[in-house]
């Protein structure tokens, strides 16, 4: 399919498994020629790839189709498409579209193929200039073109409307693009298991990203094997439950098997994952990531809340003591394990006394990261028809004791590691000040920065780096 080629631009807010799609939908406009520009300004096709978990992203993403908006009136060569959590049912696409008519195309990631036939049918060079003609301009002729053809766009009186694409099952099979962009640094997101079958009380994503689907091996092998030929030499694993990789597959492979398999890669040095949930880390899983040389000693596990009323509440599954409970296996059978955790503040109800518990928790079990969340209700889920009856600037005061507690622990947790040697993997170079810096990680996750010398490093090389001083985020040193 010949496309003439255009730019574009991809606005993308949220989570790692948003960076992840948006780089595989840049992947695809690269295969069809497209040029990446760094602002909208310069596109000629802007794709917004949308957050619904808090409501701070989803602000900003209507904010952007606002500016998008007027950004259309001025151009005719502007075509707006919009993905992500925002992106639900056909019920939520069509109050998209009634609010935002600028909107050309809405799909998921997993319905990015559409992306070469919606630009055939909607990019259409000027032969004078760089632009499209406006779709207005297509008329009745454009239209009956598209439906001979069998087009999915729909047409009323001549109007090519917003595309939308919901298959019916069995109409289309869905999967995840394979296509890979090109890497700007050593480290690559592999997503591996898609949708969420939890049930929290709080999360939009279930409803926006569907039921967990895991993708499989033998591609996930191939992918990586391709990911390392371009320079890969770090993959994070991801999953909004990365520990459910496989239960839905034939023979049910594990996230370890799979670990297992990727291990076997020439080339590829280090595997993180993420996101974990309690009640799917097995004991068997713990014993087989932490006999695997290339698997980091890193594990994010949100426990989000420290009293199990609250647990309750949000529907999370699991009690505080099981929680505990998982937390001393890792860290009995996993030598040198380092522990991160999400937490949410100022949920439905919570108490004086119930915030009180969160903060136990967090001195108790002494996370290495915490991130912490000020409650947003978000429509359609099971919180949103509750009450939100903690005012806002009780969750800013939460928010912050939490940040107040956790820098304390972990500039405790940091100061410990001064004068050790820790192999850091490099992946970029910075300025700072006069001094040119390696900035790079810790198997453990920790962020570490130390001079550069000229040994012929490079990124994704491995250096033993000597450990002189900390903050709560980030370590500095010298090599080893």
Known sequence: MAIAAGKYHIWTVGCQMNMADSQRVAAIMGDLGWEDVPTMAEANLVILNTCSVRASPEVKA????????YAK???????????????GNQRTIDDLAKRYPQV?????????????????????????????????????????????????????NGTLLPMSITPKPATRELHYPTQLAPLEKPTAW???????????????VPSRRGRERSRPVEELLAETTSLVARGAREITLLGQTVEAYGLDLPDQPSLSHLMARLSEIDGLRRIRFMTSYPRHFTDAMIHEMAALPK???HVNIPVQHGDDGMLTRMRRGYTLLEYRTLIDKLRAWWPGVTLSTDVIVGFCGETED?????????????FDIVHVAMYSPRPGTLSYKWEDDVPLEVKKARLHAVEDVQQAIALELNSAIVGTT???LLEERQESGERLLWKGRTRSNKLAFFPIIDDGAQPGDERDVLIERTSAWSMQGTLA
């Not at 592999?190 to 939009?204: F, T």
């Open 190 to 204: 592999l997503p591996v298991v898609l949708g969420c079958n939890k049930v929290c009380s709080y999360c939009i």
């Open 62 to 69: 209507h904010g952007q189709l606002s500016l998008l908006k």
């Open 295 to 297: 698997v980091c000693e």
């Open 422 to 424: 820790q192999s850091v």
């Open 73 to 87: 009136k001025q151009r005719a060569d502007l075509l707006v498409a919009m993905m992500g959590c925002m992106i």
């Open 104 to 156: 050309d195309l809405f799909f998921k990631v997993e319905q990015a193929d559409i992306l070469p036939n919606f630009l055939e049918e909607r990019w259409t060079p000027i032969a004078t200039g760089d632009g499209c003609v406006d779709v207005a301009e297509v008329g009745a002729a454009q239209a009956v073109s598209m439906e001979r053809s069998g087009s999915v766009l729909p047409v009323i």
């Open 354 to 366: 119930e915030f009180a518990h969160l903060l136990d928790l967090l001195r108790e079990i002494r």
